[in-house]
């Protein structure tokens, strides 16, 4: 069974730094085809993909977010943490980890996140 | 960047209507589409993958079908648990997600 759980503050300043852990479990970030990636979603608003990794340390950013993103594993702890710098109130939003099969879609989904950025 | 356009937004329906959403992709995108549901203060559920194949799970009322630039997602006959929002996902070139269509009660 595949879970994953997202943590980090629920209120960050602004220009302040963001870290956020997903932790999972139900599969290894070592096997081949495996990818975790980062989705968020502001307040009554569409989703956003903004960071993937992948399972041979490869990783991919939003073009739009590249700059102020940082996406790492820690396989042993079966850890995906994603930084983002330089925080402003519109980063206010739900920050979702999520599995993805064999490099294609996102089939596992944590519960999500509500990370508010306000002074 | 692939843009993904959704319509309607939103969709009044009843329960045991057919209701359809449609995406459209910006540029080809082959079949690689997938459609998920969400629900207030859930994370989304994976429905669709590949454009036309129902995820493990998921009731044979909801289907997809589309490739290149233009997908509709179709529930034959809606049911109470439905009502939420959908959004489709494009994973040709990294991912992208539309805007999202709520399906409400009529």
């Known amino acids: 069974q595949i879970t994953l759980k997202e943590s980090g503050p629920t209120l960050v300043k602004p220009t302040q730094t963001l870290t956020l852990t997903c932790t999972f479990s139900g599969f290894s970030l070592s096997t081949s085809g495996v990818g975790v990636g980062w989705i968020r979603q502001p307040p009554g608003k569409a989703l956003e993909w903004l960071a993937l990794?992948?399972?041979?340390?490869?990783?991919r950013y939003s073009p739009s977010l590249q700059s102020r993103l940082t996406i790492t594993k820690d396989t042993s702890k079966n850890q995906v943490v994603l930084t983002m710098t330089n925080m402003d109130p519109v980063d206010t939003a739900t920050y979702y980890c999520a599995h993805q099969a064999a490099a294609l879609y996102f089939d596992y989904w944590g519960q999500g996140t509500l990370v508010t950025v306000s002074s | 960047d692939i843009q993904m356009t959704q319509s309607p937004s939103t969709l009044s329906a009843s329960v045991g209507d057919r209701v359809s959403v449609t995406c459209r992709a910006s540029?080809?995108?082959?079949?690689?589409l997938a459609w998920y549901q969400q629900k207030p203060g859930k994370a989304p559920k994976l429905l669709i993958y590949?454009?036309?194949s129902l995820e493990s799970g998921v009731p044979s009322r909801f289907s997809g079908s589309g490739s290149g630039t233009e997908f509709t997602l179709t529930i034959s006959s809606l049911q109470p648990d439905d009502f939420a929002t959908y959004y489709c996902?494009?994973?040709?070139?990294?991912?992208?997600f539309g805007q999202g269509t709520k399906v409400e009660i009529k």
């Open positions: 590949k454009a036309s």
């Open positions: 990794i992948y399972w041979d340390d490869n990783n």
């Open positions: 996902q494009q994973y040709n070139s990294y991912w992208t």
């Open positions: 540029q080809s995108i082959s079949s690689w």
